[in-house]
């Protein structure tokens, strides 16, 4: 009940391309979504976050779109670009846990130019 | 913005020494801290969360004795790993949180790498 699931494990997309990553969740009491981005060599990043009381939340070209009834939250990179490619990741947590993250396993993006 | 500092980034010694790694938070008060550790291709495994003053929650199967967490300012926290072995060999990445309980984002150091030989 405390898994992130994370899918796909890797993806290739072209270059001006739509990259999309869905995660889904057991736990309702999750309240805090996040997802990281990480370059090989360098510690995760934080992207875009949203919480339950919206369905979706765009910043620049990166879009989270979540989806409550089905547990399930996906991340869009819209015209993705070479300086995209690195692992993301997608985590959850809530009060009761004392806000620690639990992760999904990642997706490796790679964009061709 | 949100800094966090980790030192070293990478660190190779030899079997049995202790080596320390610093996690600062460069432009906020870090009331609680987070130890991860990282395998190749692998999702974060979280080790132990400190909040400033008080000893840190160890995560099942984390050893306290090897993994030595102090918190002693709003800002420094540092993981010390005691006689290190090969296996411990791994990408050890801390993280920083403004506010204990207040569901403040988690923002990350770049990592240290630790080899040993």
């Known amino acids: 009940q405390q898994q992130v699931k994370q899918s796909p494990q890797s993806l290739i997309v072209q270059k001006g391309g739509i990259s999309i990553i869905n995660c889904a969740y057991e736990?309702?009491?999750?309240?805090?979504f996040p997802w990281y981005q990480q370059f090989p060599g360098k510690g995760p990043a934080l992207l875009i976050a949203?919480?339950?009381d919206v369905s979706e939340k765009k910043e620049g070209r990166f879009t989270i779109s979540f989806n409550k009834s089905a547990k399930q939250f996906s991340l869009h990179i819209m015209d993705s670009q070479p300086g995209d490619s690195a692992t993301y990741f997608c985590?959850?947590?809530?009060?009761?846990?004392?806000?620690?993250?639990?992760w999904g396993a990642g997706t490796k993006l790679i964009i061709k130019p | 913005g949100a800094v966090v500092s980790q030192h070293p980034s990478w660190v190779i010694c030899k079997s049995g020494t202790s080596v320390k790694i610093e996690c600062r938070s460069l432009?906020?008060?870090?009331?609680?801290m987070f130890w991860y550790r990282q395998f190749p291709k692998q999702s974060l495994m979280l080790m132990a969360t400190?909040?400033?003053?008080?000893?840190?929650?160890?995560e099942q199967g984390v050893e306290k004795d090897k993994f030595l967490i102090n918190h002693a300012s709003l800002t420094l926290s540092t993981l010390t790993v005691t006689s290190a072995h090969p296996e411990d060999s791994s990408f050890y990445i801390c993280?920083?949180?403004?506010?204990?309980?207040?569901?403040?984002?988690?923002?990350f150091g770049d990592g240290t790498r630790l080899s040993i030989l």
């Open positions: 985590a959850a947590s809530y009060g009761d846990s004392n806000y620690q993250l639990i």
């Open positions: 400190s909040n400033e003053g008080s000893k840190a929650t160890y």
């Open positions: 949203i919480r339950p």
């Open positions: 736990n309702t009491a999750f309240d805090y």
């Open positions: 993280s920083a949180s403004r506010q204990f309980g207040s569901n403040q984002p988690q923002h």
């Open positions: 432009d906020f008060q870090a009331t609680t």
